[in-house]
């Protein structure tokens, strides 16, 4: 009997223009927020299959193609989650090849029934203190540069948001008199947030350096301190986080532990968590709690509370 996570080799496929390419086609339908998530599970398929993703025949894809997906990512040890977002990212590639006409109805019917994987993990990432957020903020010098990512470290920090939504802020997203931000998140979904305290502070004093002129709201700034028109990249802001974080001699974190800190601050200083859903884009309750990081604290505390009576003893000679 062959084994199910022997995957069958293909043959790759030359697109006659991008538009053909059910891949791309569905990448192009994800808002930039949510995209790149999808596009590298994407890819890792691709590479499974030892084909480029661009030459990926993703319209010959069965049912028995994505069962055998779904046991080798198991096999291989990866989390629910990602296998999940797998599984999602491949129905939704499938989805484009049946409307582009290159899939049946009946083949996309059946790989839709291969079912989602159960179970979960612990949760990643951890939630900075504001000892750490103080330290990171204190690395940023009083230059264009350096008041440029005070700005960005407090916005992800005090506004929860991703880099994505970072990045594609633009200056009338940004009402300055109300203290309001408009965000476009994941899904397509458009919420308002509100900039208080030192995230304003830092968020004007930025607005200062740069000028409000239309445009990106976060721009590069060229060695001699010119502010430059074109819009940063999500790239830029990992690695401006990964050098303070350096400069301040703090543990390594991901940018989304900054989102993970906004969620866990809020609830432990009593927001409700409805709200916080709202501020944060979740879609659900269940979202939100899966990022709040206070747990662990709750759960130290908790273990103190026991009393094992041992007594200390010294080691007898032998």
């Known amino acids: 009997m062959t084994n199910i996570t022997t995957l069958p080799q293909v043959s790759p496929v030359s697109y006659a223009r991008a538009g053909d390419n059910p891949a791309l086609v569905y990448l192009a339908s994800l808002a930039p927020t949510g ?11 691709a590479r499974m299959f030892n084909c480029p993703p ?7 894809l069965r049912y028995q193609h994505l069962e055998a997906i779904r046991a080798k990512l198991q096999d291989s040890g990866l989390a629910p989650s990602t296998i999940n977002m797998t599984l999602y990212a491949l129905r939704g590639v499938c989805k484009a090849a049946f409307n582009l ?18 179970g979960e993990r612990l ?30 470290i407090a916005l992800m920090y005090a506004a929860g948001l991703r880099r994505d939504e970072i990045v594609m802020l633009n200056t009338d997203h940004y009402n300055r008199d109300r203290g309001e931000l408009r965000v476009l998140g994941k899904g397509n979904k458009e919420r308002l947030l509100y900039v208080d305290n030192g995230a304003l502070d830092a968020l004007n004093d930025w607005l200062t350096v740069r ?7 976060f721009n590069p700034i060229k060695k001699g301190g010119q502010v430059q ?11 401006l986080l990964v050098e303070h974080a350096r400069q301040a001699g703090i543990t390594r974190f991901s940018p989304h ?8 601050e809020l609830l432990d200083r009593g927001a409700d968590v ?9 879609a659900s309750v269940q979202t939100t709690a899966s990022y709040d990081r206070r747990g662990e604290r709750a759960k130290k505390k908790a273990i103190r509370l026991l009393h094992v009576p041992y007594r200390k003893r010294g080691i007898n000679s032998l």
């Open 274 to 282: 409805v709200t916080v859903q709202k501020l944060a884009g979740h």
């Open 101 to 118: 006409g290159l899939m049946s109805a009946e083949d996309y019917a059946r790989l839709c029934n291969v079912k989602p994987v159960r």
């Open 257 to 264: 532990d900054l989102r993970r800190s906004f969620i866990s």
């Open 211 to 217: 000028g409000d002129q239309p445009g990106p709201l």
């Open 54 to 60: 661009e030459a990926m025949p993703w319209p010959a």
């Open 35 to 45: 995209r790149r998530a999808i596009e590298g599970r994407i890819k890792h398929v």
């Open 123 to 152: 949760p990643k990432g951890r939630a900075l203190n504001v000892g750490e957020i103080g330290a990171l903020l204190d690395t940023c010098a009083g230059t264009p540069i350096g008041i440029r990512n005070a700005a960005i």
């Open 229 to 239: 028109s074109r819009r940063m990249t999500d790239q830029a802001i990992y690695n």
